[in-house]
């Protein structure tokens, strides 16, 4: 009885034998599973880009606010946000019940505010929240401290401010906690420094919520509301209890400023959770069209496969018949040749690997991607490059197992 050693022997003897043809089926084996683990590693890296932009907003976010595109001419003329410090007061009293975990008023003034500081200039974003907005947002305090309720209460002129802000405005080794900061006539002391975030991505595609989170300035909104001279609320921006109720909590929350207002105003409301699905939706259509692309080319390879093991068939049938006329068995025939496709498919798998792990580097370096191959896409790829290299010799060893002995010997 023959050993596996020796099958294995022979099979790398054989495919010695034909070195050209074996490294081209080689070479087509790489160059598919290259693709799907380039395929695959960058659609992670995607993902993880993504979410963690995302992530910036609040993943348990929930807006509310006045939906101005009413069908009702006379709701449409009533000035106002339709918002104001009541509702933010009310809704809080029954955060428990709604199932919200923090809430925050949002109150702003030009996207674009201008801000001074002796001869130095920048346009901000001048934002008026509450204490619980940063841990909404997932931003953090990186120098100085956060905003808290006796700021809110005495409605203080003090912010917390982004790292472009402090680029503009500030040498690059002054210390801004304490300093003043000019909005108009109006003073604003700096009382923390915010960490930078990113949301580059989400610019770079165009999305309305990838604006730059590193000009802002955050004031307190009792602060903002006094210098408009009015107790209105642009928005609401909430965090949710649970994920998975996002979308009935903005309900509840949407029903409630309906009734507080008696119907005067058309409110609307957005969740995060809807983007992220909307957003998995799209990545995973994308990752999906990305394999099958990918994937053609590990078909090809396959094909190679089988048509290197046909030919190697036709061109060893006296050695087949003269091994079977010695008393070799017809499985032994068959595991020969089912050998040689797997090695083939095998060492073009990991060069295929090694390749896709380097061409994702140089993806990565030239994209700034985030580099996530998997454990189970990498193991995945080379027990798909084994399979696809046994299927592709299946056949044709199969074929060469089944030949007769004596007309096998007698092809020329």
């Known amino acids: 009885m023959i050993s596996w050693s020796d099958r294995v022997a022979e099979s790398v003897a054989a495919l010695r034998d034909n070195r050209l043809r074996t490294a081209l089926s080689v070479l087509g084996i790489a160059i598919g599973i290259a693709a799907v683990m380039i395929v695959s590693t960058i659609s992670r890296g995607g993902n993880h880009l993504v979410f963690s932009e995302l ?81 909404i947002v997932n931003d953090r305090v990186i120098a100085g401290r956060p905003l808290m309720r006796h700021d809110e209460q005495q409605r203080l002129a003090v912010a917390l401010v982004a790292p472009d802000v402090i680029e503009k405005l500030f040498d690059r080794n002054e210390d801004p906690i304490g300093k003043v900061i000019n909005i108009g006539e109006r003073r604003i002391t700096v009382i923390g420094l915010l960490a930078a975030k990113s949301r580059d991505f989400l610019s770079s595609i165009g999305s309305a919520g990838g604006e730059n989170a590193n000009d802002r300035m955050i004031v307190p909104w009792t602060f903002l509301q006094r210098v408009r001279g009015d107790t209105e609320v642009d928005h609401l921006h909430i965090a949710v209890n649970d994920f998975d109720s996002a979308a009935l909590v903005a309900d509840d929350v949407v029903g409630l400023l309906g009734r507080r207002h008696a119907g005067n105003f058309n409110y609307s409301s957005e969740t995060m959770a809807s983007y992220i699905a909307t957003t998995d939706t799209i990545l995973g259509g994308v990752a999906i069209v990305g394999t099958i692309a990918a994937s053609i080319s590990l078909l090809v390879g396959g094909m190679g ?108």
């Open 55 to 135: 992530e910036t907003f609040g993943l348990n976010s929930v807006w509310a606010y006045r939906d101005w595109a009413n069908d009702s001419p006379l709701e449409r003329q009533r000035s106002g946000s339709g918002i104001d410090s009541s509702d933010v007061e009310a809704i809080s009293e029954q955060r428990d019940a709604l199932g919200i975990r923090d809430i925050s008023p949002i109150v702003r003034t030009n996207r674009n505010t201008p801000a001074r500081r002796g001869s130095r200039f920048a346009n901000i974003q001048l934002i008026g929240a509450n204490v619980d907005y940063l841990d």
């Open 305 to 412: 496969i089988m048509n290197m093991m046909g030919t190697a068939v036709l061109e060893r049938t006296r050695e087949i018949g003269l091994r079977m006329a010695v008393g070799a068995r017809q499985q032994d025939i068959l595991w020969q040749f089912l050998i040689e496709a797997a090695l083939i498919s095998l060492v073009g798998g990991v060069i295929g690997l090694l390749a896709g792990a380097g061409i994702s580097v140089v993806v990565v370096w030239l994209t700034g991607f985030p580099l996530l191959p998997s454990m189970l896409s990498i193991v995945g790829a080379l027990c798909v490059s084994v399979a696809v290299g046994l299927l592709s010799g299946l056949l044709p060893a199969r074929r060469a197992a089944q030949l007769k002995p004596v007309e096998a010997l007698r092809t020329d």
